[in-house]
């Protein structure tokens, strides 16, 4: 049984999620990861905006998934892949909701980066 909450977006706590106009990049150390004119722009609440990629879109062959995992009760449950660097590992730097709720089921199997360990550019 999920005894974790579930919540819905509304006038509390707003999230949309639109198609991307623009061609958004996610570079590491130099490194193009993600490169994709068909991203997903989330606004949630007073948050800055987040890209989610396409997997399709992104270099998976760059990433190594972890065990670490999120839960968001709007979103539901987050599992993380880490970067590997010629500097090192950037650990759990990018998210992904396989199996979001209902209320944001576009992003599903999607990827979004962490902005303060990659450059994430719109534009």
């Known amino acids: 049984m999920n005894d974790k909450p579930i919540k819905v977006p509304g ?3 707003p999230i949309t999620v639109t198609p991307s106009a623009e ?3 996610a570079t590491v150390a130099g490194r ?6 068909a991203t ?3 606004s949630e609440a007073s ?3 987040v890209y989610y990629f396409p997997r399709a879109d992104v270099d998976m062959s760059a990433l ?15 599992s993380y892949f880490s970067i590997r660097t010629a500097d090192g590992l950037l650990e759990n730097a990018v998210w992904t909701y396989e199996q979001p709720h209902d209320a944001l089921s576009e ?6 980066f962490y902005a303060d360990r990659v450059d994430v550019t719109a534009g």
């Not at 193009?32 to 004119?37: K, L, P, Q």
């Open 11 to 13: 006038p509390d706590h």
């Open 23 to 25: 061609r958004v990049t």
């Open 32 to 37: 193009t990861i993600a490169d994709s004119t």
């Open 40 to 42: 997903l722009a989330l």
């Open 47 to 49: 948050y800055p905006v």
């Open 64 to 78: 190594e998934r972890t065990d670490h995992e999120t839960y968001c009760p709007y979103k539901g449950d987050a």
């Open 107 to 112: 992003i599903a199997e999607y990827l979004a």
